[in-house]
């Protein structure tokens, strides 16, 4: 019966969250001479739709209707402008109803409202039916998916409000990864960024603060073309709408958080690829610098009250400064790793955060963040593993998981109340 009352007051609210530009149609395909396509490539991250366990964490999540109802949305486009709107005004959509879910203020599905994966995986399936449209007039697909990925992240009209004395804080985190090993994987990180998005909450010092945040994906290629620097260049740009402390979170070590002391320039991880199955070209003996990365140094320091966090936030997880960096030191050739940070002089192989995306978007923030407001705290925060999937590859969730991924969230959350404070 709970599920029942939970599916009625579901379809109840779906008006209010769907886009306006399409309205119930008993035609799934759409308008007359719409085409889709069943055989249109899809990429190796869109691939995965195809185990039947994904759908399911869609329409236990309560977003079902977003991916039934999108290709019908993409027919009632007749022109580029107008497709380009629909994709903003859906993708704004999907994250506004998936930060509203997190947040306990939208009703559906059985799965717990911080679970990240319905996010994921509806958004996924949206962009396989951009693939797969068929429009009578030419479109930048591409171009179409990268404005949909930016508004479903959270990186379109999700600024802060404009409120006297009050501190604003913004985060980062990242979908799952790692689903060819286990693809019912969650991140910690993405799930505690929902979240907060737009919640206000008392910092350490008793002030008031607003957190907003965006979910970024695990593919290099979004990193290449600018998508860390195009959410958070209008937080770090001087004016009434900039931030007061910055902070990616990605899920990081066993059973701990740290706090990254050095973000380092390279890329390292290969033979580890992203989640479309691409390789970065860096290794630990022949690390490389990302395409597109604007000029800085090999190492940068995280600003972040490293001592504030880690002598006020230990519970239920320890929280720890990670000091450890991997450098090829001045004039030579070979990996050292070294347990204090860099020597002077030194090429970055690796931060503490790896030599992977979560050290990117580290470093490539934090950049960004000594370009436009250096005076601004900013750094890294690496969760623990999310663990608890029940042994059945078919359990899409348990209890175990669940406590750990709101036990983690909890606890991100208390990290940025010491954070934001005013130093």
Same mark, same amino acid.
Request: aromatic share 6%.
């Given at each position: 019966?709970?599920?029942?009352?939970?599916?009625?007051?579901?379809?109840?609210?779906?008006?209010?969250?769907?886009?306006?530009?399409?309205?119930?149609?008993?035609?799934?395909?759409?308008?007359?001479?719409?085409?889709?396509?069943? +055989? *249109?490539?899809?990429? $190796? %991250?869109?691939? #995965? !739709? @195809? &185990?039947?366990?994904?759908?399911? /964490?869609?329409?236990?999540?309560?977003?079902?209707?977003?991916?039934?109802?999108?290709?019908?949305?993409?027919? +009632? *486009?007749?022109?580029? $402008? %107008?497709?380009? #709107? !629909? @994709? &903003?005004?859906?993708?704004?959509? /999907?994250?506004?109803?998936?930060?509203?879910?997190?947040?306990?203020?939208?009703?559906?599905?059985?799965?717990?409202?911080?679970?990240?994966?319905?996010?994921?995986?509806?958004?996924?399936?949206?962009?396989?039916?951009?693939?797969?449209?068929?429009?009578?007039?030419?479109?930048?697909?591409?171009?179409?998916?990268?404005?949909?990925?930016?508004?479903?992240?959270?990186?379109?009209?999700?600024?802060?409000?404009?409120?006297?004395?009050?501190?604003?804080?913004?985060?980062?985190?990242?979908?799952?990864?790692?689903?060819?090993?286990?693809?019912?994987?969650?991140?910690?990180?993405?799930?505690?960024?929902?979240?907060?998005?737009?919640?206000?909450?008392?910092?350490?010092?008793?002030?008031?603060?607003?957190?907003?945040?965006?979910?970024?994906?695990?593919?290099?290629?979004?990193?290449?073309?600018?998508?860390?620097?195009?959410?958070?260049?209008?937080?770090?740009?001087?004016?009434?709408?900039?931030?007061?402390?910055?902070?990616?979170?990605?899920?990081?070590?066993?059973?701990?958080?740290?706090?990254?002391?050095?973000?380092?320039?390279?890329?390292?991880?290969?033979?580890?690829?992203?989640?479309?199955?691409?390789?970065?070209?860096?290794?630990?003996?022949?690390?490389?610098?990302?395409?597109?990365?604007?000029?800085?140094?090999?190492?940068?320091?995280?600003?972040?009250?490293?001592?504030?966090?880690?002598?006020?936030?230990?519970?239920?997880?320890?929280?720890?400064?990670?000091?450890?960096?991997?450098?090829?030191?001045?004039?030579?050739?070979?990996?050292?790793?070294?347990?204090?940070?860099?020597?002077?002089?030194?090429?970055?192989?690796?931060?503490?955060?790896?030599?992977?995306?979560?050290?990117?978007?580290?470093?490539?923030?934090?950049?960004?963040?000594?370009?436009?407001?250096?005076?601004?705290?900013?750094?890294?925060?690496?969760?623990?593993?999310?663990?608890?999937?029940?042994?059945?590859?078919?359990?899409?969730?348990?209890?175990?998981?669940?406590?750990?991924?709101?036990?983690?969230?909890?606890?991100?959350?208390?990290?940025?109340?010491?954070?934001?404070?005013?130093?």
């Amino acid at each position: 019966m709970m599920l029942l009352r939970r599916a009625a007051s579901a379809a109840a609210l779906l008006a209010t969250v769907l886009p306006l530009s399409v309205a119930p149609s008993a035609h799934a395909a759409g308008p007359d001479g719409c085409r889709t396509s069943a +055989s *249109a490539p899809l990429d $190796a %991250e869109q691939a #995965r !739709l @195809a &185990d039947p366990r994904t759908a399911a /964490l869609v329409e236990r999540g309560g977003l079902g209707d977003f991916v039934r109802r999108f290709p019908a949305g993409l027919c +009632s *486009a007749r022109t580029p $402008a %107008e497709a380009g #709107r !629909l @994709a &903003d005004s859906w993708g704004e959509s /999907l994250w506004q109803a998936s930060v509203r879910r997190a947040q306990g203020q939208r009703p559906g599905g059985d799965l717990a409202p911080g679970d990240d994966r319905p996010l994921y995986w509806a958004r996924l399936a949206m962009t396989a039916a951009i693939a797969r449209w068929q429009p009578e007039f030419a479109v930048d697909r591409a171009a179409l998916r990268a404005r949909f990925e930016d508004a479903s992240r959270g990186l379109v009209n999700n600024a802060f409000r404009a409120a006297p004395g009050v501190r604003r804080v913004f985060v980062s985190g990242f979908d799952p990864f790692g689903l060819d090993a286990e693809i019912r994987r969650a991140n910690p990180s993405g799930s505690a960024v929902l979240q907060l998005n737009g919640r206000r909450v008392t910092l350490a010092d008793g002030s008031p603060a607003e957190i907003r945040a965006v979910v970024l994906p695990v593919r290099y290629a979004d990193f290449d073309a600018g998508m860390v620097e195009r959410a958070f260049a209008p937080r770090l740009a001087a004016g009434p709408a900039q931030a007061h402390a910055v902070t990616t979170v990605s899920q990081g070590y066993p059973g701990k958080f740290t706090l990254e002391a050095w973000a380092g320039r390279a890329r390292s991880a290969d033979p580890y690829p992203d989640n479309r199955q691409v390789l970065s070209g860096g290794t630990r003996e022949r690390p490389v610098t990302a395409p597109g990365m604007g000029p800085g140094p090999e190492f940068i320091p995280t600003t972040l009250p490293a001592d504030a966090v880690t002598d006020a936030v230990q519970s239920p997880y320890p929280v720890l400064l990670n000091t450890a960096v991997t450098e090829i030191p001045a004039g030579g050739t070979t990996p050292v790793d070294r347990a204090e940070g860099p020597t002077p002089g030194s090429r970055a192989v690796a931060g503490g955060g790896g030599g992977y995306l979560s050290n990117e978007v580290a470093y490539r923030s934090n950049r960004l963040r000594g370009e436009l407001a250096p005076q601004l705290p900013g750094g890294h925060l690496h969760t623990p593993v999310l663990t608890g999937l029940p042994a059945d590859p078919q359990q899409l969730t348990g209890p175990e998981f669940e406590r750990n991924e709101s036990a983690i969230a909890a606890e991100v959350r208390a990290v940025l109340e010491h954070v934001g404070v005013r130093r």
